[in-house]
């Protein structure tokens, strides 16, 4: 029973860690309030949703996680749910040998990571008495293509007009012209 499980993700990773059963009553609560909220109830006497009843709208959520599941068990190959259970075949990413070694005991961690005390520190930040005073993030979480406003992104517009230059894409061709026809696709030789 958690609060934290409302991805396929979250799913997946407490079934192999050994988990039989997930309740995700939050994610159940929150289905419950969209539900009831007056913009989706618009919605469904305007027929842009589908009308339905909480326990239905509950029930297409279980069906979709479950479907979630599905998707990720096929790409592994694995085809019941029971040899998946516990089978602990990943691979952590980010934790140090501390967490590792009391959570997920077994679990391969080539990299290292948060300790318990990072761990610790980020959950209390996280808490709503904690944050007393109005912290201010500098780009919001958002990826801005400005150098100086935000993060530096491998698949930036420079990097694009790099390849572009690289490979002589004649850039007086669009992509909606009948680019096939033109010697070499529309590339310079």
Not at 108 to 119: A, C, E, K, V
Not at 135 to 145: A, D, E, R, W
């Amino acid at each position: 029973e958690t609060g934290a499980a409302w991805s396929t993700h979250h799913f997946a990773c407490l079934v192999g860690y050994g988990a039989n059963a997930v309740h995700p009553y939050l994610a159940l609560e929150t289905v419950k309030q969209w539900h009831g909220q007056d913009k989706t109830q618009k919605m469904m006497e305007s027929g842009k949703l589908k009308k339905t009843s909480v326990a239905e709208a509950q029930e297409n959520y279980r069906v979709a996680v479950e479907n979630g599941l599905l998707k990720i068990l096929s790409k592994m190959g694995i085809s019941l749910l029971t040899s998946y259970s516990g089978a602990q075949i990943f691979e952590a990413l980010g934790l140090g040998d501390d967490v590792i070694d009391r959570s997920f005991k077994g679990t391969t961690s080539r990299i290292g990571g948060l300790s318990l005390q990072d761990i610790a520190s980020e959950t209390i930040m996280m808490r709503p008495e904690s944050v007393k005073e109005k912290m201010k993030l500098v780009n919001y979480g958002y990826y801005k293509p400005v150098p100086k406003l935000g993060e530096y992104h491998v698949n930036s517009s420079d990097l694009a007009k790099l390849l572009h230059d690289a490979i002589g894409l004649d850039k007086s061709v669009s992509a909606a012209t009948t680019r096939d026809e033109l010697e070499n696709d529309g590339v310079k030789p």
